[in-house]
T-cell receptor
Framework: DTGVSQDPRHKITKRGQNVTFRCDPI?????LYWYRQTLGQGPEFLTY????????KSRLLSDRFSAERPKGSFSTLEIQRTEQGDSAMYLC????????????FGPGTRLTVL | GIQVEQSPPDLILQEGANSTLRCNFS?????LQWFHQNPWGQLINLFYIPSGTKQNGRLSATTVATERYSLLYISSSQTTDSGVYFC????????????FGKGTLLTVNP
């Protein structure tokens, strides 16, 4: 059983460019989460999907950010017109449909905006 | 929102020493997890422990939900235990999102 995977692991981009990250959750996990972690801080919640439905969005998720999970499997997080303040580690997690809500995290995508 | 406070912020130990990390939270929770973040940024699950006590090898954890705190014990520490330890909770009634503390940076010296 593979864990949560994320792609790419690292992304360097110039300010103003668009970037897209992908997350593949653990198979049969219907809940998927995106978090953002900046240096020296704990991860902060961005958004949550149950199957294909986006059920909650943090106010951290400005209108430059959009997340999708079109078929209830993998998810993408797009950042448009990147800014230097978007530089962070973007973490994806998933949890199973039944039982406890233990979340399992992927390795993250580290974004650097120059 | 719920507040999560971890202490101490930094801890330096000699190999073989024991340590206790604390997590205080400000509201009722229905999920509490402890993680170890490795140098590459990966969050490794240590415990899912909204209440009670669990042990896994040299690590154990206790959550006293009624008093809103959790403790992570590391015994006979090894250099590979170094890294940041995070406590994260889901506030009762919220939509499954984890709220993290700022972490404890543990350094174990040989």
């Amino acid at each position: 059983d593979t864990g949560v995977s994320q792609d790419p692991r690292h992304k360097i981009t110039k300010r103003g460019q668009n970037v897209t990250f992908r997350c593949d959750p653990i198979s049969e996990h219907n809940r998927l989460y995106w978090y953002r972690q900046t240096l020296g801080q704990g991860p902060e919640f961005l958004t949550y999907f149950q199957n294909e439905a986006q059920l909650e969005k943090s106010r951290l998720l400005s209108d430059r950010f959009s997340a999708e999970r079109p078929k209830g499997s993998f998810s993408t997080l797009e950042i448009q017109r990147t800014e230097q303040g978007d530089s962070a580690m973007y973490l994806c997690a998933s949890s199973p449909p039944r039982g406890n809500n233990e979340q399992f995290f992927g390795p993250g995508t580290r974004l650097t905006v120059l | 929102g719920i507040q999560v406070e971890q202490s101490p912020p930094d801890l330096i130990l000699q190999e073989g020493a024991n340590s206790t990390l604390r997590c205080n939270f400000s509201d009722s929770v229905n999920n509490l997890q402890w993680f170890h973040q490795n140098p590459w940024g990966q969050l490794i699950n240590l415990f899912y422990i909204p209440s009670g006590t669990k042990q896994n090898g040299r690590l154990s954890a206790t959550t006293v939900a009624t008093e809103r705190y959790s403790l992570l014990y590391i015994s006979s520490s090894q250099t590979t235990d170094s890294g940041v330890y995070f406590c994260a909770v889901v506030r009762r009634g919220s939509n499954y999102k984890l709220t993290f503390g700022k972490g404890t940076l543990l350094t174990v010296n040989p």
